[in-house]
């Protein structure tokens, strides 16, 4: 046996998952309430003619943009009835804000959420981007079916026993991996980014 390798009974397991191997909801009761926040993103890339009708408000369907960004954030909050295991959290804030970028060909969608509770809300970040980048795809496959989304991943989770994650950007790659400058007066969720 290899030395190296940490005894079976002390490794790490799957939360939803008991050791008969049935799916659990995991028990937070005895989790301290703390304010959490999470970061999600995906990219959606589009033939320059595509994106240029999305800029240009020129879709069929309507507004792209705009029709995106709230199906995010309506996702966002119905999580729990999409992903069977997840808790039902009361979310104090969603912002879902998708930028056209040119030169990376498509759109950056960028979803953060925020509760203050027993449980993470990084599940409500990626299914408002997941969403929301769906629905790109939804509004514009009449005009480009080989839309791809991309890079869909979690940028960051703060609060909680484990405190904050952050993904290292300069170890990625992919379409998704420059975030574009986040300048004061932005929103982002759970607070208004200042100057200074």
């Known amino acids: 046996m290899d030395r190296g390798l940490t005894p079976r009974a002390e490794r790490r397991r799957l939360t939803h998952v008991d050791r008969s191997g049935r799916p659990r909801m ?4 005895a989790k ?3 304010a959490r926040r999470a970061v999600a993103e995906a990219f959606v890339a589009l033939s320059p003619d595509t994106l240029s009708l999305v800029i240009d408000g020129g879709a069929a369907k309507g507004d792209v943009l705009g029709v995106a960004e709230l199906a995010g954030v309506m996702g966002g909050k119905r999580t729990s009835e999409l992903i069977p295991l997840c808790h039902p959290i009361g979310l104090t804030d969603l912002v879902v804000a998708i930028t056209p ?3 990376a060909g498509g759109l950056r969608i960028r979803a953060e959420a925020a ?4 449980t993470g809300v990084e599940m409500e ?3 408002a981007a997941s969403v929301a980048a769906l629905t790109v795809y939804d509004m514009v496959k009449g005009i480009e079916r080989g839309v791809e989304i991309q890079s869909l991943r979690l940028v960051l989770k703060s609060g909680g026993k484990s405190g904050e994650w952050r993904r290292d950007t300069h170890a990625t790659s992919g379409a998704a991996g420059s975030q574009p400058a986040r300048r004061p007066g932005d929103r982002t969720a759970g607070r208004i980014r200042r100057k200074g």
């Not at 995991?26 to 009761?29: G, N």
């Not at 509760?115 to 027993?118: C, L, Q, V």
């Open 115 to 118: 509760t203050t509770g027993p």
């Open 32 to 34: 301290p309430s703390t």
């Open 125 to 127: 970040a990626l299914t």
């Open 101 to 103: 970028d040119r030169a």
């Open 26 to 29: 995991v028990d937070v009761s």
